[in-house]
């Protein structure tokens, strides 16, 4: 080994868009604000100051508050314009604030794409190489040369071939991964593989996943979560300003102020496009906007709509269970943060996500493409 020494069906009816191209992720211009790293303080923007429609955003507020909202901000040039908060903290003992805790759900696998692309660009490891070199032989049930196809770019683009008719797709057990077809021939939203990432990590770096966390994410950008294992998953929990902060390091495609955590900007561009030809909607670990079809998590048939067709064509997702998202906007230099309870009875509750982007239009003064 090399070292150093929600997945249910949601259906969305929406109309169509149009597909993604990399020139919807344009260069910033505008000079950003980064918030210290060692205080709580963050510079603000009034909306009046932006000739946003605070009506509008009232009106925001209220849906945000009526479907489950525990957390919500928006950045502009990575000042705070909006931030709320409702309801009572996840262990119900006070109301929640700033200073909350919440879970990311799927949400953070675009932290453990992040920190790949970091162990890459370092040396420590290889997308291209075979998952088994990290795991070692036999971490699945299938014959050792279907093993060996399977590479850590297909865990990050959920095309390990695994097959996802086993009773428990989260389960990471040699006897619950099994063959279906050749890697890189099926896309599938499954749990399990993507979740081995982190031993792939752990063995490249030689460090736990908070310990690589901490060191390469946490530390330069002020960011202060946490890995905590709920049954055989990882799940990061962080304040709601932590979303926002690893939103407004994606907004800089991974430079910290000028600190650049990732400067393989081929890996930055690989990770927020395209990754593979059977779901245009997924990069590596992200979710893509404006593309003719989707994918969706637990369904093998795409849709032909983009993820959320009320929302500028270059936003990327962040998306969790119960409604986690954080929007990466290039386009706008904006970031926005959902936190909360389940919103619907979708998992993953895309419909409710476009819901609040057609609510956002009209505050920031923005027409939807039709």
Avoid at 20 to 27: G, L, R, T
Avoid at 137 to 152: N, P, Q, V, Y
Avoid at 317 to 343: C, H, T, W, Y
């Amino acid at each position: 080994m090399k070292r150093l020494t929600y997945s249910l069906l949601f259906l969305i009816t929406v109309l169509a868009a149009c597909q993604k191209s990399d020139d919807n992720h344009p260069p910033i211009e505008n000079d950003l604000y980064f918030p210290p790293t060692t205080s709580g303080g963050w510079q603000t923007i009034a909306p009046e100051e932006l000739a946003w429609n605070t009506d509008s955003l009232e009106a925001l507020y209220t849906f945000l508050s009526d479907h489950g909202t525990r957390a919500f901000l928006i950045l502009k040039d990575g000042k705070i314009v909006a931030e709320k908060y409702w309801g009572k903290n996840i262990l119900n003992t006070g109301d929640f604030n700033a200073e909350s805790n919440w879970y990311w759900a799927s949400a953070g696998k675009t932290l453990s794409a992040f920190l790949i692309g970091v162990a890459q660009q370092d040396g420590l490891l290889s997308i291209s190489d075979k998952t088994s070199d990290y795991l070692g032989e036999g971490w699945t049930s299938m014959s050792s040369d279907k093993e060996e196809l399977i590479t850590i770019r297909h865990q990050l683009t959920m095309t390990t071939g695994l097959d996802y008719t086993v009773n428990d797709t989260y389960c990471t057990d040699p006897e619950c991964l099994q063959y279906k077809t050749d890697a890189g021939q099926q896309w599938y939203y499954h749990n399990a593989p993507y979740t081995l990432l982190k031993d792939v990590i752990a063995s490249a770096s030689g460090m736990t996943d908070n310990e690589y966390t901490h060191e390469i994410l946490e530390v330069p950008t002020g960011m202060s979560g946490t890995w905590i294992y709920n049954g055989v998953n990882n799940v990061y929990y962080s304040v709601p300003r932590d979303m926002a902060r690893f939103g407004l390091l994606i907004l800089n495609k991974g430079t910290w102020d000028e600190t650049e955590l990732l400067s393989d900007q081929n890996y930055f561009s690989e990770m927020t496009t395209t990754s593979q030809n059977i779901n245009p909607a997924y990069g590596y670990l992200w979710w893509l906007n404006g593309t003719s079809k989707t994918m969706m998590p637990g369904i093998t048939i795409p849709l032909n709509t983009s993820i959320s067709p009320d929302a500028p064509e270059d936003l990327i997702v962040a998306a969790g269970k119960n409604g986690q998202f954080l929007d990466v906007i290039p386009s706008m230099n904006m970031v926005v943060v959902r936190m909360g309870e389940a919103p619907d009875e979708a998992q993953v509750p895309i419909i409710f996500h476009n819901q609040m982007w057609q609510k956002l239009n009209p505050v920031i003064g923005r027409q939807p493409v039709m």
